[in-house]
């Protein structure tokens, strides 16, 4: 959970608020005890994390993706 709730503020530091929000969503389920669905959000967080990555280092080269 707190992996999670690091990602989502994170991501929301840097303006990856798809990926923070995604990461939000997942935190509630995570928070309700809900472990499908945190692991059903897996994939999606991976897939965001990847995108916002890619976006930061074409903001920012230097910036390791």
Do not use: F, I, Y
């Amino acid at each position: 959970r707190r992996s999670v709730h690091t990602l989502k503020s994170t991501a929301a530091n840097v303006g990856g608020t798809t990926l923070a929000q995604a990461a939000a969503v997942a935190e509630q389920g995570l928070k309700a005890g809900d472990l499908a669905a945190a692991r059903a959000a897996l994939p999606q967080l991976q897939a965001l994390r990847e995108a916002t990555l890619a976006q930061l280092a074409q903001q920012q080269p230097g910036v390791a993706a």
